[in-house]
């Protein structure tokens, strides 16, 4: 899966933007910040051609899309870096608040896998995201066959993974909407979920962090993850067993 995979895909969740709200520009400064080498200087026109930005942080800071920001990219066609980010409606959002949206997408190689943990890191935090997750981008069509739509009955999720409610049936925005192989967990969705359990979770704390607002980073998997190696695929399962609160898959 891994070879066959062009991208790490990045989704991070936060609360909608207000008016001049100053996110969108410290998202971008802090990808660059912590993705050596990268500069996000470019936009994408309506007929797919890259235009360089002459002064970038204006047009972040004028321009609003969506409740988010224009989709920026980097100017190296073999070396692929783009974010945006949009509103996510009330009625499709947990709690029936309005979020927004986070977006980026690294090279899935050994500079992309390299700065991943710390890319995921400096957007949720400065989105100050409630959860957010990065993963190999065949993993997001995995993830949505996990999903019980109404009328689904029985549901069977691929792979043996467990079923997850749709993201508006969870009770709270702090509760995420399934696992990736990256993990940022605000201090509120780690209380949610119940991490860390020093007696629980000692393998997942081998591979975790905590960030300077008391969220973690946490890894499932060494490598990134690949649904078809039989290990990756019990460490995901074991996570799902261990935080049942995630995908509202809790007891009520």
Request: hydrophobic residues 40%; charged residues 25%.
């Amino acid at each position: 899966m891994i070879a066959m995979s062009r991208s790490l895909s990045l989704i991070a969740y936060a609360p909608a933007l207000a008016r001049d709200d100053s996110r969108p520009l410290t998202i971008v400064h802090e990808m660059e910040r912590t993705f050596p080498g990268l500069h996000l200087g470019w936009m994408i026109s309506e007929e797919g051609q890259r235009i360089p930005l002459p002064d970038r942080d204006a047009f972040i800071a004028r321009e609003r899309k969506d409740g988010g920001f224009p989709l920026l990219r980097n100017g190296d066609d073999t070396f692929r870096v783009t974010v945006t980010g949009w509103e996510r409606p009330a009625g499709s959002s947990p709690g029936g608040h309005a979020q927004f949206e986070v977006h980026a997408d690294l090279p899935l190689d050994a500079s992309g896998i390299a700065a991943a943990a710390d890319v995921l890191e400096a957007v949720a935090e400065g989105a100050r995201a409630f959860w957010g997750r990065m993963d190999p981008d065949g993993i997001a069509v995995t993830v949505s066959e996990q999903f019980r739509h109404p009328g689904e009955d029985p549901h069977v999720p691929p792979k043996g993974l467990p079923s997850l409610k749709l993201p508006w049936e969870l009770p709270a925005p702090e509760t995420p909407h399934h696992l990736g192989w990256l993990n940022y967990w605000s201090a509120a969705a780690a209380r949610a979920i119940g991490f860390p359990d020093p007696a629980r979770d000692a393998e997942l704390l081998s591979r975790a962090r905590r960030t300077a607002t008391g969220g973690w980073v946490v890894r499932l998997t060494d490598a990134p993850l690949d649904l078809d190696n039989p290990a990756h695929l019990d460490a995901l399962k074991r996570a799902y067993e261990r935080f049942p609160e995630i995908g509202g898959r809790a007891a009520p």
